[in-house]
């Protein structure tokens, strides 16, 4: 059921979709729709009149709000910790990545030797998806440069099963990230179109199918 989002907030998120930070144009948020296709990132930065559909993003933020509510009366036991010190919706950017992004939120676990930093996602999913991982991976290596501590794991928080899926930030992640990345960084700049979607059932739901006259059922 779609969620009805005041004329003033949708014309805000457009205006900050379009806004494309300079030193830090890629949004974490962005791996999302880069797994999904990777036309979607070249529509959202290259065309001007783009208009997104933001239902569902809003549905999560909204979500995302009310968690951190609940946050605040959870212990840190859920997260396998005795305990540390949370903070809520963290403003990251990194002009090296290139990249930023709101984490929604970061238990800082000030006691251990060395000092560890855990990233937390609050998804509205019954699934950790590569998509996912990828962003927490984002979230890891922000906070890693802004606070100068190693984040070895982050959680997921699936609101709907009321868990929290630890995340191992492995090299193999890591490394999948950076590639991504400079992918990512790749189309933005070279201003190319991305081959389609593999599958053309990604297509029939898509917000931008009009903008895509090769694709077909066939594809
Ligand atoms: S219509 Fe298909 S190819 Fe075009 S952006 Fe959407 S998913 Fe990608």
Not at 17 to 33: I, N, S
Not at 36 to 47: D, V
Not at 123 to 147: C, I
Not at 187 to 202: D, I, N, T
Request: aromatic content about 8%; some cysteine; glycine content about 4%.
């Amino acid at each position: 059921m779609p969620v009805e989002i005041p004329e003033e907030d949708l014309y805000e998120l457009q205006a900050r979709l379009r806004r494309r930070d300079e030193e830090a144009p890629l949004m974490v948020t962005d791996l999302k729709q880069w797994i999904y296709c990777r036309r979607i990132l070249y529509y959202l930065t290259c065309l001007p009149d783009v208009r997104p559909t933001t239902y569902l993003m809003e549905v999560g933020r909204q979500e995302g709000e009310l968690e951190e509510s609940r946050e605040l009366r959870r212990a840190f036991s859920r997260y396998g910790l005795e305990n540390g010190r949370k903070e809520f919706r963290l403003h990251l950017s990194s002009a090296r990545l290139g990249l930023r992004g709101v984490v929604d939120m970061v238990i800082w676990l000030d006691e251990e030797q060395p000092p560890e930093v855990i990233p937390v996602d609050f998804k509205f999913s019954r699934t950790v998806g590569a998509h996912v991982q990828l962003q927490l991976a984002a979230y890891a290596l922000l906070l890693e440069e802004a606070s100068g501590r190693p984040a070895r794991r982050g959680f997921i928080y699936q609101i709907p099963l009321r868990k929290a899926v630890e995340v191992s930030f492995s090299a193999a992640l890591r490394r999948k990230l950076e590639k991504t990345l400079h992918e990512m960084r790749q189309v933005m700049q070279g201003e190319q179109l991305p081959p389609p979607a593999r599958k053309f059932s990604q297509c029939a739901v898509c917000e931008f199918r009009r903008f895509c006259n090769d694709v077909s059922p066939a594809v």
